[in-house]
């Protein structure tokens, strides 16, 4: 069976997914003492309240800022607009299961919370560069933490009383891997060598026959007998791997141009394809290897599709639990 939840609430429900909150584990950056906020905030606008606690609009705003790092400007008026909706639905989220969590006294002892934080803290280069990020979201040390006991007030809120009697059993893994084998399937990759001649789509006649020229031409000598495939590619391409011998690396038939995808997916181990136009030029193709395309055996995926069973189901639960949770609390959104 399995029932490991992991760090799927750090996932699912740190506000500020940003490349700062990442680098200290996902810990959210929300919360800040009441008397902070109330002389923060005693003259902002409330966009929400949620069974009595008030969420003012630089609350949102802050969070917002932490979570797109800057590019507010990126988006149009409309689009700002719909990012704040949902961020405050995210806020609205956190705040209703911090509530529960203290309700059923499921919070971190401080020495849990320190710990933690220490392991944070020491996790970059220099306890100035610690500052410095933390500062650049406009937060102070103190404020940092309270946000971490919260978000690990909520992770065993959710560990230990939501998800805790999710399971997955053998026989719904196996029932999973006999229904929908095609979903296990590997995808298909190759492995080959290319020799590019370049020209622009918008050059000449006479530019292009000439690159079809020297093409057909490498062409012809990398299907002589007892060619050097990599030499020439090293010599004649004009590709920025020749230098290693036209190498490109194991990819699926979606990573590449169409036509030269197409091109590579047809040969044979060890052949060398037509002339292959693209927007680049023209390619000379030879396959290397050929891998995947089969389903794997049970016993080789059956982890893994245990761990995507759990994740649905994990999901759906908690999906459920916050409706659940909207459905009975009392909660004001003045922010339209």
Do not use: C, W
Not at 127 to 132: L, R
Request: net charge negative; aromatic share 8%.
């Amino acid at each position: 069976m399995i029932m490991n939840i992991g760090n799927l609430t750090r996932v699912l429900f740190s506000i500020a997914a940003t490349s700062l909150v990442i680098a200290l584990a996902n810990v959210s950056v929300l919360a800040q003492s009441e008397a902070t906020k109330a002389t923060k905030d005693a003259t902002a606008s409330i966009v929400a309240e949620i069974n009595g606690i008030k969420i003012h609009r630089d609350t949102l705003e802050r969070e917002l800022r932490r979570h797109l790092q800057g590019r507010m400007s990126m988006f149009e008026t409309g689009e700002q607009h719909n990012l704040r909706k949902k961020m405050l639905g995210m806020i609205v989220t956190r705040t209703l299961l911090l509530q529960e969590a203290k309700k059923k006294k499921v919070l971190p002892k401080d020495e849990e919370v320190k710990k933690f934080f220490t392991s944070l803290k020491t996790s970059f280069p220099s306890v100035e560069d610690f500052q410095k990020q933390i500062t650049e979201f406009d937060l102070t040390e103190a404020e940092f933490k309270e946000g971490l006991a919260e978000d690990l007030a909520i992770q065993y809120y959710l560990e230990q009383i939501v998800l805790s009697e999710i399971e997955v059993t053998d026989a719904e893994i196996e029932d999973e891997y006999k229904k929908f084998p095609e979903k296990y399937r590997r995808p298909e990759e190759v492995k080959v060598r290319h020799i590019l001649i370049r020209f622009d789509e918008d050059a000449d006649e006479k530019t292009q026959q000439d690159a079809l020229h020297r093409a057909s031409e490498v062409r012809e000598r990398a299907t002589a007998e007892d060619a050097d495939f990599a030499s020439l590619a090293r010599n004649f391409s004009e590709a920025l791997n020749k230098g290693k011998g036209g190498a490109v690396e194991f990819f699926t038939r979606e990573q590449m141009d169409s036509d030269f995808s197409a091109a590579a997916f047809s040969l044979k181990v060890g052949e060398i394809s037509k002339l292959v136009r693209t927007s680049y030029g023209y390619h000379v193709i030879k396959l290397e290897q050929k891998r995947g395309g089969e389903i794997p055996a049970f016993e080789e995926i059956k982890e893994k599709i245990g761990k995507d069973l759990l994740k649905v189901a994990q999901q759906k639960t908690l999906a459920e639990h916050v409706l659940a949770l909207k459905e009975k609390s009392k909660i004001i959104v003045y922010f339209q």
